[in-house]
């Protein structure tokens, strides 16, 4: 082989940041955190933050340049698997017997960090905005990523801690399910603008979007739902098949559109039927390769652009780092805490509402990596945003145990335990 041959060096980069993403999700699951804190830190320690800044030598050797494009595309294939798995597992129909209250705490969840956000990114846009970046491009992509819930992380806390078919796990899933589909909606925007030309250009952006949304809802999924039916007499491999293809498909279709390929993998897995026993056993395959294999590339892709050092240039980035988080938690815990108990739920029940509203996890890293790539925010604020999704996602699990002692919370719905087909990973 060449020495140019990046695949010796790929073969070590791989398995070394799985293990490694293994070994800090193991680590936090023995302190009752997710696995998902584990791993966005792994992947932190593995850049310039810790590794690159103690040895770098070996964090150039491990990562050369050579090796990173394949790392970060392997991380994105697991990364479009996974976000077609989040649309598979959302569920609109919990919102059944929790509609008033559900709309009530994901308006204020949502229209209450928007609000902060906006206010924020005002303030921040002169300084931390990069050369060339429309006013609202920035502020709108601000505000959506203060408004981020963690839908499949939510899924995992509820599961562990037995909250999953209770009242409270309910009425929680049912406002990240909202949550999720307004964020990405306003996600799809800031994507229209910030990669638009002209107004012109992004209006054509946001009707084909549109256009897309629709034929997908109202031509493929009824085409999808023939298919399921027939789909449990085809074999599991061929079934895998057609859904991994479908998402690519789609995945491709919204990217030429101008939206981002991760909207179109998401779309495919909101439209496609849960039904049929064919279509579980491949999600749970495809989910059992992507989280603990693809995944943690994308967490290492994230680690690399993120330098905790190069905050502290200046005292006051992390003043900055600071007042993110203060309208972190202000945004999503206080509106969606606020809400809840202005329904008439009681307060613990309330503050166990926002705790979880709050938990950002592996959806936020998507939505700044996003802006990123973009280029509507640049290296530093994206460094001070991926500490706000890490801290805001470790707080979720101890804020609960705090909040539901002396209560049993080990108990569960008799139909509704652990389903299947709940998301096992971040």
Known sequence: ??????????????????????????????????PVVGEIATGILLGPSLLGWIWPQAQHALFPPSVLPYTSVLGQLGLLAFMFLVGLELDLKSLRGHTRVAVAVSQA?????????????????????????????????????????????????LIDRGLYGTPLGALAMACAAVDDVVAWCLLAL??????????????????????????????????????????????????????????SLSALATDLIGVHALFGAFLFGVVTPRT?????????????????????????????RTDIGGLTAAPELWLWTAAILLVAFLGKWGGAAGAARACGRPWREALSIGALMNCRGLTELVVLNVGLELGVIGPQLFTMLVLMALVTTAIT??????????????????????????????
């Open 397 to 426: 699990s101890p804020a609960l145990t705090r909040l539901r002692a002396g209560r049993e919370v080990s108990r569960r719905a008799p139909v509704q335990a652990e389903p299947e087909n709940a998301l096992s990973g971040p």
């Open 276 to 304: 049929g026993q064919r279509i579980e056993a491949s999600a749970a395959r495809l989910r059992a390769f992507t989280v603990p294999v693809l995944l943690p590339l994308f967490f290492v892709h994230t680690g690399l």
């Open 1 to 34: 082989m060449s020495s140019a041959d990046p695949l010796p060096a790929l073969l070590v980069a791989v398995p070394v940041v799985i293990l490694a993403c293994q070994a800090g999700a193991a680590v936090c699951r023995r302190f009752g955190q997710p």
């Open 109 to 157: 969840g949502m229209l209450l960090p928007l609000a902060l956000g906006a206010l924020l990114a005002i303030a921040m846009y002169g300084q931390f905005a990069p050369d060339g970046v429309g006013r609202m491009p920035f502020t709108l992509f601000m505000a959506v990523a203060m408004s981020i819930t963690a839908f499949p992380v939510l899924a995992r806390i």
């Open 190 to 247: 800031v994507v229209a603008l910030a990669t638009a030309g002209s107004p012109m250009e992004a209006a054509t952006t946001a009707g084909l979007a549109v256009a897309f949304t629709l034929v997908m809802l109202y031509a493929v999924r009824p085409l999808l739902a023939r298919w399921s039916a027939r789909a449990d007499r085809a074999g599991d491999a061929a079934v895998l098949v057609a859904l991994f293809s479908g998402l």
